[in-house]
């Protein structure tokens, strides 16, 4: 168990590029989880995964945001035409379903900056 | 959405000080946890708790769920305890997204 791996760490692009992070949970785990951190702030829920199938999102994951999950795995998160306001980190975190106790388990996110 | 407060926001204390965070939230939840974002941005679960008292170490942790509240108790601090602590919260049938205050950061002095 090497715990949540999220690539890369970090990503410098410029404002109206695409961006595509990857995020492998502990194996195990069937939760899936994609969350945004600013400055200063907690992180913010975007989606979530149960298996492959995306069962919630967020209505701050706007249509230039997509994520898969395709074989109950890994998943990525795309960004399109990217904004400056876009600059964050993605956090991306997993948990077990199904057990008494679900704890969530982070990874180290990918530090997002748009120029 | 749930509202979840944090208090204090900033919280300093030299080694070896006890303290007690706080966080409130606004509706019935059936998940609650306490995570600890280190100076390097790694946040680490210190806490499953949607009711009851649980303790780790120097760590502590007690939820009142009727009373919509939770408390986590940091005794004989350390400086390696620095950093932001959050309380995320699930409300009742509103699916799995853990919803987060915005932290109580912590600097722990020599």
């Known amino acids: 168990d090497t715990g949540v791996s999220q690539n890369p760490r970090h990503k410098i692009t410029k404002r109206g590029q695409n961006v595509t992070f990857r995020c492998d949970p502990i194996?195990?785990?069937?939760?899936l989880y994609w969350y945004r951190q600013t400055l200063g702030q907690g992180p913010e829920f975007l989606t979530y995964?149960?298996?492959?199938?995306?069962?919630?999102k967020s209505r701050l994951l706007s249509d230039r945001f997509s994520a898969e999950r395709p074989k109950g795995s890994f998943s990525t998160l795309e960004i399109q035409r990217t904004e400056q306001g876009d600059s964050a980190m993605y956090l991306c975190?997993?948990?077990?379903?199904?057990?008494?106790?679900?704890?969530?388990?982070f990874g180290n996110g990918t530090r997002l900056t748009v120029t | 959405g749930i509202q979840v407060e944090q208090s204090p926001p900033d919280l300093i204390l030299q080694e070896g000080a006890n303290s007690t965070l706080r966080c409130n939230f606004s509706?019935?939840?059936?998940?609650l946890q306490w995570f600890h974002q280190n100076p390097w941005g790694q946040l680490i679960n210190l806490f499953y708790?949607?009711?009851g008292t649980k303790q780790n170490g120097r760590l502590s942790a007690t939820t009142v769920a009727t009373e919509r509240y939770s408390l986590l108790y940091i005794s004989s601090s350390q400086t390696t305890d620095s950093g932001v602590y959050f309380c995320?919260?699930?409300?009742?049938?509103?699916?799995?997204?853990?919803?987060f205050g915005k932290g109580t950061s912590l600097l722990v002095t020599p």
């Open positions: 995964f149960q298996n492959e199938a995306q069962l919630e």
């Open positions: 995320a919260v699930e409300r009742v049938n509103s699916g799995y997204a853990l919803n």
């Open positions: 975190a997993s948990s077990l379903a199904g057990s008494h106790e679900s704890p969530l388990h």
């Open positions: 194996s195990e785990h069937n939760r």
């Open positions: 708790i949607p009711s």
């Open positions: 509706d019935s939840v059936n998940n």
